[in-house]
Every structure is written in C-alpha cells, then in structure tokens.
C-alpha cells in the first residue's frame, strides 16, 4: 500500500554531513508520523527522530543539536539532515510512515529497506 525509499547513505569521516532523503508512494492516507530509526550490528534498532503531520519534531537525545528532519509534502519526501558525525552514528538508517486508521486503536506501520551510514576515519 505503501513504499518508502531511502537514499543518501554512504562513508564519512567523522565530523562530516550527510543527508538522507525518503520517497513516499502509494496510499498514503491519514498519515500521523514519519520518522528514522537506526540499526547497529548486534544492537536493538532505535528511533532517531520523528515528524508529525502537524511539523512537529522530536529527536533522541544523542542526535539532538546534530541532526535535523524535514519534509517536503508536495514531493512525499522527508529528510535527515547529519552534521558533526560520530562513529556511534554508523548504521542502517530506517525510513518509517505511520498512518491512521478508519478503526479506532489500529495503525499501520511501513519501512523502507534502509541506507548504510558509515563513520569512519
């Protein structure tokens, strides 16, 4: 019903910037969120920031200050601006959507397949 493609990833050396980028397509009807988890080898995928459909934002307090999200709804697109790296930054990087549903107590959650991010000297 919903894709979500990620791009931007690649190498960095510490201290750099990258920005990810997210195409959403499909049905994308009574959409609440969007956001981006991270995922290290052998540890528990967590969530690095989040936009409602209203703009508002949140971060994980280790991005706060670095990184920033934004939107650009006539394109479907949101995007992960990175700067001042870290080599704890390094993971795959995760798109997400959440959309509402007529039913009251359900939602939907969608993923996009992920973009490496390594920081690395």
């Known amino acids: 019903q919903v894709q979500l493609v990620e791009s931007g990833g690649g190498l960095v050396q510490p201290g750099g910037s990258l920005r990810l980028s997210c195409a959403a397509s499909?049905?994308?009807?009574?959409?609440?969120?969007m956001g981006w988890y991270r995922q290290a080898p052998g540890k528990q995928r967590e969530l690095v920031t989040a936009?409602?459909?209203?703009?508002?934002?949140n971060y994980a307090d280790s991005v706060k200050g670095r990184f920033t999200i934004s939107r650009d709804n006539a394109k479907n697109t949101v995007y992960l601006q990175m700067n001042s790296l870290k080599p704890e930054d390094t993971a795959v990087y995760f798109c997400?959507?959440?959309?509402?549903?007529?039913?009251?107590?359900?939602?939907?959650?969608?993923w996009g397949q992920g973009t490496q991010v390594t920081v690395s000297s």
């Open positions: 499909g049905s994308i009807f009574r959409l609440k969120s």
């Open positions: 997400n959507a959440v959309l509402g549903s007529l039913v009251v107590g359900r939602e939907y959650r969608y």
């Open positions: 936009i409602t459909s209203a703009g508002s934002t």
